[in-house]
């Protein structure tokens, strides 16, 4: 199993930038990729943005052009960098490490207890 902790959320005005950083430990070589997910009250979580092998990236629309997801494998490290961030992205950030399957499909491992990150005025 992996565990996950999450860091760097935070307050931030609307235009601004934030950077989270997700640190794992436990049973990595078993995955094959990373995601960045978020949850806004009342709605579902969303996957947002994944890393996967050769460091090929996917995001959602309402992040693309905006957020960038990156890692390093010698730290056990992902990272999300979110610019121009909107108070629609206000939501509890949680990262995963996971797998893609043959069909191109994110498939979740274990969770992390999230990261706030607010935007407001």
């Known amino acids: 199993q992996v565990q996950l902790v999450e860091s760097g959320g935070g307050l931030v005005q609307p235009g601004g930038s934030l950077r989270l950083s997700c640190a794992a430990s436990?049973?990595?070589?078993?995955?094959?990729?990373r995601g960045w997910y978020r949850q806004a009250p009342g709605k579902e979580r969303e996957l947002i943005a994944r890393i996967s092998s050769g460091s090929r990236t996917n995001y959602a629309d309402s992040v693309q052009g905006r957020f960038t997801i990156s890692q390093n494998n010698a730290k056990n490290t992902v990272y999300l960098q979110m610019n121009t961030l909107k108070p629609e992205d206000t939501a509890v950030y949680y990262c995963?490490?996971?797998?893609?399957?043959?069909?191109?499909?994110?498939?979740?491992?274990?969770w992390g207890p999230g990261a706030q990150v607010t935007v407001s005025s």
């Open positions: 995963n490490f996971g797998w893609v399957d043959s069909g191109g499909v994110y498939r979740p491992g274990s």
């Open positions: 436990g049973s990595i070589a078993s995955t094959n990729a």
